[in-house]
DNA sequence: TATGCGCAGGGCGACTGTCG
DNA sequence: CGACAGTCGCCCTGCGCATA
């Protein structure tokens, strides 16, 4: 039982809260009763872990692991590049249309993006990551709906691509250059550390990455800085 | 039979909102 | 501004299904 994190008690902790309020709002309970039953504190979360990302020399070597001779081989670079350009979730970009993709003041967007939590968003595609896009979509004859889909071995195009899918090629990807644990959200912050690390604006980055609150940006990569350009223009691969 | 993927479920980290 | 409670969705496993 206390082999659990403390997240994983927290939340449920926090379900137990929930419940006995309401049952203290309906009469069921008095409350003292009430006040009893959630007086037990949240688990401390001992220092938060700051997860996975790639240098810029990792990210080159990982977007040239597919083969893009082949029609997986570019959908697999368009999976990498989509994720490490534009710092997409997985679930935002297995579900990705091609309706999102759109030309706004003569460059490439994807436009309103909704993401976690409802909050809605437009990115836009550096150049490189656009090539693959229309590479793969000329070659799978993708003309409409998803952009993303499945391949069989036989190289046949099929329906759609689930999150779970996403995750798989980014996992396989960077175990082939001996990276391993490795998921598709250290693409999303590989994209925003290098963003930074090439004088990315801070506000911008937020944008990007579809934060509410740029203090989570902050404490997503490190420190504050103040420069200018045009963030994910500017990722040198 | 092997491959490639979908899907559900549970643990848990990432993120948000709020309060002192 | 830091700390904490609460929510969202990523990661991963196990299993089923279609196809080659």
Sequence with gaps: MDALSPSTVNVRLSAVRKMVFEARKNGMIGAE????LTE???VPQKGTRLGNWLTREQ??????VPDRSTLKGKRDYVILAVLVGCALRREELAALDLDT???RE?????ADLEGKGRRVRTVAIPVWVKQGINAWMTAAGVEDGRLLRAVTKAGKVKGSMSGWAVWSVVEQSANEIGIERFGAHDL?????????????????IKFLLG????QTTERYLGSEQEIEIA???????
Aim: with cysteine; charged share 20%.
């Design 59 to 64: 990210a080159k070597v990982l977007l040239a």
């Design 188 to 204: 999303r912050r590989t994209c925003a550390k290098l963003c930074r690390k090439n004088g990315g604006n801070i506000e911008q």
């Design 101 to 103: 993709i759109q030309l």
């Design 231 to 237: 963030v994910n223009d500017n990722l040198g691969l």
């Design 40 to 42: 037990v504190p949240n």
């Design 211 to 214: 934060h509410s609150s740029i």
């Design 33 to 36: 009763e009430a006040a009893t």
């Design 106 to 110: 003569g460059r490439w967007v994807l």
